[in-house]
């Protein structure tokens, strides 16, 4: 008969391998206990690093945080009591309004169904490329064009690591897809090195089910990223920081800050840089080496935008240890409380979203999590109460079938066209042109339009995607135009031809120096978007109503039928257009209306901040006149702000380029 501490032993090594299977194996398995528990700690985790690093943010520039450790929640105290319950802020809120999606679409929304959700319950307090985000969704355009360098000015900000953590925590042991996922989701803010802490922390959740090692998941985190990447070589920098100062974060931190925001180029340099505050959160992992507490304190003391590393890592925390691994006294700070944060989550950031109670969330997120799993390849087995979850770390992601929308060609006859409808989310599907006719002169081929058009005008054509199984249709309406006059106008028109430098200096700007042109004479360039191709016709301290015009003249008659205003970047405080109007010189050598234009698209149904879209293009139709001059004309939107520097700024608007075709 088996010896009972034989018997002991064997059944404690069974229960060590239904937990947590070697990372080198090729399949996973894991108690649906413990996974939910897992879940629940990433969850209570990310709310105590979110509102614990909150009185921290912004704080920490020029020096780190001072180790008056451990820091507690101090002023926030006041507000979960307030409160009674946790309550949300863009770390947390915006991965719940994700969840509610899964619970309403299945495990795997589509960019579509995720762009409705951004549109209905986000319509304050978001920044940067969020906002960008936000303000292209509503004028029509999709992910990843949301997120593309040309559209979103932001592309390179913080914003997608702090609001996609959700996916990696759905794909348990998955690593390969939670990497995808990431990257996948991330590109509806962001792009390029941008996104890639969003795919570090991904393929890092996803591992941490399985390995409790700092080091190693670090390591799991760099392989999932490109070996040529921005951010891979700014993680093994700070782990060789680490290594040359592992008693002294302060010297590591300084050194970190110097070559990554101190050194940054004009054009990415901010407190809210990706990158900078991916290396922040790493040095934070490194040097509180798997201790909650310590972790926590170390990424708010890191500095910048510290709220989010600290939500980032605490939620980390929260899958590689449990709930176990959770400080009582940050979940449970109120008297009273018997359960975590008194179940209660708080929505007081989005529009119609429903408070929730957290172990609600939690259980939404389980489900979701073996649903993805089964739907991956994996199985679940076992007696209710005892189930075991068998997981395929070999699954991929695909993204789902479904058009990509953003700018449509830019087509002027006789010029070549080159332009793709695909983008690397929808490229691997097959293309088919099934419906209307081309313009003259192009062919479509395996989602590709060339050619060089001989006739103007507009052209519908329907376009099929399949994978062989699901396929989708739309209906595209494509733009020949005719030649642009603006580069042959002998005088450019605008009443403010120059930026007032001192004036922006002295206002909350969101962008690099380099951006802004400094003369008017830039909108007939050709250039759309980057260094010195934004005109703000920023003139005025005083706060006062504002119209302003754009155009051009010529010495000879012109004959024209449309024009092309193509925005900039937005500031916060204003730069758009409330009205938008075409005038024209008369034979009297007076500026008249031009009758019946057309705006396509229409400008923003409102003049809220939210709404604004970055560099987009309205192209304005009427019929044929004959003039030496044209321009646009119309209000400048004076914006309320926070920042007392910039309340008594007056109105302006930005421009990149304005076209004129006969």
Known sequence: MM???????????????????????????????????????????????????????????????PETWPYGYMKNLDKLKKYDGAFSDDDTDVEYMYLLQMVKYGEEPTYQQLREAWMYHIRDRVWLANR???????????????????LNPHWFQID??????????????????????????????????????????????????????????????????????????????MISLHDKYPADWKAARKEMAQKYYIDEPDMTKTIWNANLNGACAVLAMLYGNGNFQNTLDYSCAMGFDADNQAATVAGLMGVINGMKGLPENLYLPIEGWKLPFNDRYINITRYDMPDGKISEMIDQ?????????????????????????????EAAFNPPVEFCLGPLPRMEVGKPVDYNFYTEANKVYNW????????????????????IPTSGGYSRITLQLDNGKEKATKEFNLLVRGTNIAPTADSILANVRNLNEKVLDSCWYTFGKSMYAKSVDVINDGVLSGPGSVFYSLAAKAKIPKVDYY??????????????????????????????????????????????????????????????????????????????????????????????????????TSITELSVYH
């Open 365 to 393: 997120t389980l489900k979701a999590t073996i649903d993805l799993v089964i739907a991956k390849g994996g199985k679940l087995s076992g007696k209710p109460g005892f189930e075991v979850l068998t997981i395929n770390p």
């Open 432 to 451: 088919s042109l099934v419906g209307g006719k081309l313009p003259d002169g192009l062919t479509f081929s395996k989602g590709k339009l060339t050619g």
């Open 3 to 65: 010896k009972a501490s034989f018997r002991i032993a064997l059944v404690l090594l069974f229960l060590s391998l239904v937990s947590y299977q070697s990372m080198g194996n090729k399949q996973y398995k894991i108690k649906v206990s413990e996974l939910r528990d897992k879940i629940a700690a990433e969850w209570i985790g990310q709310m105590i690093g979110n509102i614990y690093g909150l009185p921290h943010e912004g704080k920490y520039i020029s020096n780190p945080g």
């Open 160 to 237: 997608p690591q702090l609001i996609n953590e959700i996916w990696g925590v759905i794909a348990p042991g998955m690593i390969g897809y939670a990497a995808a996922k990431s990257d996948w989701a991330a590109r509806i803010t962001s792009d390029s090195w941008g996104v890639e802490p969003t795919i570090f922390y991904g393929a890092m959740y996803s591992a941490a089910y399985f390995e409790k090692d700092i080091h190693k998941l670090i390591e799991i985190g760099i392989k999932a990223l490109p070996s040529n990447g921005r951010f891979t070589a700014t993680v093994k920098d």
């Open 551 to 652: 155009g051009y003249s010529w010495k000879t008659p012109q004959k024209i039928s449309m024009m092309a205003f193509h925005s900039g970047c937005l500031e916060e405080f204003g730069g758009w257009f409330t009205s938008l109007n075409v005038q024209y010189l008369n034979e009297a050598g007076k500026w008249v209306p031009v009758e019946k234009t057309q705006i396509s698209p229409p400008l923003p149904e409102t003049d809220i901040v939210f709404f604004q879209p970055h560099f987009v293009e309205y192209v304005i139709s009427f019929e044929t006149i004959e003039t030496k001059g044209i321009r646009i004309i119309g209000d400048a939107k004076i914006q309320d702000h926070w920042n007392k520097y910039t309340k008594q700024v007056s109105g302006f």
């Open 132 to 150: 960008a985000a936000v303000g292209l969704m509503h004028f029509g355009y999709t992910p990843p064009f949301t997120g593309s360098k040309e």
